[in-house]
C-alpha cells in the first residue's frame, strides 16, 4: 500500500519547557486501520494535534501524500481531506442530525447564496448515509439520539467535509459493548470505501482487534511500529510502559472470615424516582473482593450511594459490623473505616482547585493528631501528604500542586490513597481504574488486593468485565436493579457466561442469588 | 496555598487589570483637563502628600477591608451573597441601639457589648438567606439583594421614627456617649482605631479559612460540593455558617464606621460600602491579605479622587471611572480564568 502520511522525527518542546515529543515518526499508509497508543502523557495528543495544525512542530517534517505540508490551523488539515472526531462530541444538541452533519458547509441557492438548499442538503446526506451504513435518523434533534449514534454523527460530519484521513480520538471510551462492535463496522465499511484511520486507544483488545498496525509512543518518542498480526497484547503494553505488566492480579486464594457487610432486601430510587434496585441482598466477608459487573446504569451508582450513605434506601437493611448503616450520615459511615473511591474522580472524588495535600486530608483534618490547639497542624498535614504521596507513587513536584494539574492515573492515585490510609475494614471501590495508564492499573489493582490479604471486605463495581473477573473472589451481576446471578470465580467461568447474565438473557434462581 | 508560581501568575495579572485602569483615567484626563499634569499629580501625589490625607485613607479603608473580608468569606464557600450592605445595617442598627440606649455602663463594657450587639446583629440577618440557599435552594442572590431593602428601609423607618434624636432634623439615632467612640490614634489626623480592628479581622480571617477545620470545609464546600459531600462535610450547615460569619463582619464594618466617623446611626449612611466590599473581594481573589491591600488601594483612589477636585479642573468622577474600569477588567480576567481551566480541563480529557 503506498504512504499517505508520513511524520518524521517530531519534536515539539513548548515554551515553557516541556518536551512533548522528542522524535517521533508515524507512518499511515494508504487505506490502512492504524493504531496510536500510549500512556496518557506519552505524546499522542500533541502529535495529533502537530498533524492538524493546532501546534507547529520545533522540529520535523510531515508528508501528505508525497507533498512535504505545514498547516497553520485544522481547515488546512480539512481542505487537505483529513478529519478528527474528538472523544467529547461537538454537536449543537439542539439542531438535528441532518443540520449537525453540514453545520458551516451547508449546501446554498438562490441569488448570493442567500438561502439553504435544503433539498440538495437531504441528497447529499442520504447518500453519504447509504454509501457508509452509518445509520441514524436524520429528522431526529442530536439531543434526543444515544451516544453511539451522536459518534456515527461526528463520523459523517467529518466524512461531509471530504475527509480522506480520519482520525478517532479514544472512540470507543464512551460506548456500551454492543455500540462498539457496531463502530467497528462502521470503520470497517470507512476502509473498503477506502478511507484510512488513525486510532487513538489505550484498550489494547480493540487494537488487537480493528488494526492492521500499531505505532506505539512513550515518553514522547515512538518506541515502536508492529504489524498487528505479529505481536500481541503483552508486547504492546510492554513497549508502552517500557518494562513487564502483569495482566493477571497475582493473588493468593481468599480466605474469607467473618460477614463485614450484610445487605438485605435493598430498594432505592434513582435521581428521576424510579427504582434502581429491587430488594438486593448479599454478604461480603473480611478477606474477600466482591465483584459487581453489569452494564453501566443497572443500579450500581445507586448501590454504592446508598452504602455509602450518599443516597436514601426506600427499603431493606445494611449492617456493617452488625451496626445499620441506613440512617448514618456520610461522615458518620466514613468514620466507622468505610472506605469509597468513588466512580468519578472528577466530580466526586478529588478537589481538582485544591491542593494535593487538601485533597488527602478529606478524613483527616479533624482528627486530634493533625491539629495543634483550635488550629490544623500543617507540618504533620505535609509529612502526611509527602508520605503518602511517595507510598502511592503519586508523581508531582510537591503535596502544593493542584489536584486538577495530576494526570488521570496521579490523580487517582491520590484518591485511593486518601481512602486507603484510613484502614478501612470496608472498601468500596467504583470503576477503580477508569480512565487510567496501564502502569497504575496496575498498582491500584495491587494494592486492592493487598488490603483484601489485610482482612478487609472489599466490594468492585466496574464498567470493565475483565476488571471485575481479575480482581474478584465471587461476581454479582446486576441486571435491571436485581443480583441476577452470584458466582464464584472460578477459573473455569468465561466472560461470555456473565455476559448472558448482564444482558438479561439468563437469570439464576433466587435461591441461589441469596 | 498555591504553588508559588501561581500566585506570582495572579498577582501581576492584577496588577496589569489594576495599571490599565488607571491608564484609562489618564487618558480621560488628557482628554478632557486643560492642566492634565497637574490634576495626575493631584490624584496620585496629594493623598501622600499630607498626615491628614494619611489618616483619612486609612479611615476609608476601615469599612472596606472589614466588607471585603465579609464578601471574601462568603464567595470563597460559593456562595455569592450580594447581603452584605443590608447585614451591614442590621447589625450597626443594633450595637448604635446598644451604645445609645445602655447608658452608663463602663466603656470597658459598654464598647465590647456594641460591638458583640453588631456582630450579632449582622449574622442574623445574613442567617436568613443562608437557610433559604442551604434548605430551600433560594438563590442567593437575589434573596441578599431583596434583604438589603428590607433592611436599609427598616433601619430608616426606625430611626425616622422609634429611635429618631429629639435634636435636629436629621434622621439619625441619639449622638453615641464620647467615652465609646473609637480613638485618634495617629495625632494631627483624623485616623481613629478601626484600622486596628480591621487588621485584626484580616488577620482573624486568614486563621479562620487557612488554618482551621471549619476553614477547610468551607472552602472545600466552596470549590467542590460534591466532593465535600462526599467526604462527608454537611455542607448545608458550612453554607449557612459562611454566611453568618460573613453578616457578622458586615456588622462590623457598619459600628467601626459609626464609632469612628459617623458618631450615630444616621439613615444611609453607609451608601454602598457593602457593594464596594464585593469589588474588594474581587480584586484580592478572597484572599484576606489581599482584601488589605485592595482596601487601602481604593481607599487611596477615593481620598485621590477629592484632592484632584480640589487640586485642579477635573471632577472627583474621573476616579469612579477608574473604579468601574477596574470592575471591569478584574471581573472579566476572573472569567477569563475560568473559561481557560474549563478548556484546559476538557482539553486534558479530551485527547490522552
Known sequence: ?514 | MKSSRMVVLEVSGILMAVITALLCGFVVIFLTSSEPFAAVSALFLDPLSSWFNVGTILNKAVPLILTGLALSVVFQSGVFSMGAEGQLYIGSFLGALTAVYLPGLSPWIHLPLVVLAALIGGALFGAIPGLLKAYLNANEIVTTLMLNFVAILLTSYFVNNQFKSHGGGYAKMENIDKNILLAKIIPGTSAHAGILIALAAVVVVYLLLYKTSIGYELRMVGKNGHFARYGGIATRKIIVISVMISGALAGLAGIVEILGIQQTFKQNFSAGLGFDGIIIALLARNHPVGVLVAGLFYAYIQVGAQTMQYGSDMPREVAVIIQVMLVLLVTAQAIFTFIKQRYAKTEQKAVK
Open chain 1, 1 to 514: 500500500m503506498p504512504i499517505l502520511l508520513e511524520m518524521k522525527d517530531i519534536h515539539k518542546v513548548y515554551p515553557n519547557g516541556t518536551a512533548a515529543n522528542k522524535g517521533v515518526d508515524l507512518t499511515v499508509h494508504e487505506g490502512e486501520i492504524h493504531a496510536l497508543v500510549g500512556e496518557n502523557g506519552a505524546g499522542k495528543s500533541t502529535l495529533m494535534k502537530i498533524l492538524f495544525g493546532l501546534e507547529a512542530p520545533t522540529n520535523g517534517t510531515i508528508e501528505y501524500k508525497g507533498q512535504p505540508i505545514r498547516f497553520s490551523g485544522p481547515k488546512d488539515a480539512i481542505q487537505q481531506g483529513m478529519g478528527m472526531v474528538h472523544q467529547h462530541f461537538m454537536l449543537s444538541p439542539s439542531l438535528s442530525v441532518s443540520e449537525n452533519i453540514v453545520l458551516g458547509n451547508e449546501p446554498k441557492k438562490g441569488p448570493f447564496s442567500m438561502f439553504r438548499d435544503r433539498a440538495k442538503e437531504y441528497r447529499e446526506v442520504e447518500h453519504l448515509v447509504a454509501t457508509y451504513g452509518l445509520k441514524v435518523n436524520l429528522q431526529a434533534k442530536v439531543e434526543t439520539i444515544p451516544v453511539g449514534q451522536k459518534q456515527r454523527v461526528e463520523i459523517l460530519k467529518v466524512l461531509y467535509r471530504g475527509a480522506k484521513l480520519i482520525i478517532l480520538d479514544e472512540p470507543t471510551a464512551v460506548l456500551t459493548p454492543q455500540e462498539t462492535d457496531e463502530l467497528f463496522d462502521s470503520i470497517q465499511a470507512l476502509v473498503s470505501e477506502g478511507h484510512t484511520i488513525i486510532f487513538i486507544t489505550h484498550k489494547l483488545r480493540e487494537v488487537m482487534r480493528i488494526s492492521n498496525r500499531i505505532t506505539v509512543l512513550r515518553a514522547g518518542k515512538s518506541i515502536a511500529t508492529l504489524q498487528t498480526k505479529d505481536t500481541n497484547q503483552e508486547e504492546i503494553s510492554r513497549l508502552m510502559v517500557g518494562r513487564e505488566v502483569l495482566f493477571r492480579v497475582n493473588k493468593i486464594p481468599a480466605d474469607p472470615k467473618e460477614v463485614v457487610l450484610s445487605v438485605r432486601d435493598l430498594e432505592a430510587l434513582d435521581d428521576k424516582g424510579t427504582k434502581a434496585l429491587q430488594g438486593i441482598s448479599f454478604d461480603i466477608r473480611s478477606g474477600e473482593v466482591l465483584g459487581i459487573a453489569g452494564v453501566e446504569g443497572n443500579g450500581q451508582t445507586e448501590l454504592v450511594e446508598t452504602i455509602t450513605g450518599l443516597r436514601k434506601a426506600v427499603a431493606g437493611n445494611i449492617l456493617y459490623q452488625g451496626k445499620e448503616l441506613l440512617g448514618a450520615s456520610v461522615a458518620e459511615i466514613r468514620r466507622m473505616k468505610v472506605g469509597h473511591i468513588p466512580e468519578d474522580r472528577q466530580t466526586s472524588g478529588a478537589s481538582l482547585t485544591s491542593t494535593i495535600a487538601d485533597n488527602l486530608i478529606l478524613d483527616h483534618y479533624r482528627n486530634p493528631e493533625f491539629k495543634r490547639g483550635i488550629f490544623l497542624n500543617h507540618n504533620k498535614i505535609k509529612q502526611f501528604a509527602q508520605t503518602m504521596m511517595q507510598a502511592y507513587d503519586v508523581r508531582a513536584q510537591n503535596e502544593e500542586i493542584m489536584a486538577g494539574a495530576l494526570s488521570g492515573g496521579n490523580l487517582q492515585k491520590v484518591v485511593v490513597a486518601r481512602e486507603l490510609s484510613k484502614n478501612p475494614k470496608l472498601l468500596i471501590a467504583s470503576q477503580p481504574t477508569r480512565g487510567v495508564d496501564i502502569g497504575a492499573i496496575e498498582f491500584i489493582h495491587r494494592e486492592i488486593i493487598k488490603r483484601r490479604d489485610g482482612g478487609a471486605a472489599v466490594m468492585v463495581v466496574s464498567a470493565e468485565l475483565s476488571e471485575v473477573m481479575a480482581l474478584s473472589d465471587r461476581i454479582a451481576v446486576l441486571y435491571n436493579g436485581e443480583i441476577v446471578a452470584l458466582l464464584d470465580n472460578t477459573p473455569d467461568l468465561t466472560e461470555q457466561e456473565i455476559g448472558y447474565y448482564m444482558l438479561g438473557i439468563k437469570k439464576q434462581e433466587q435461591e441461589a442469588v441469596r
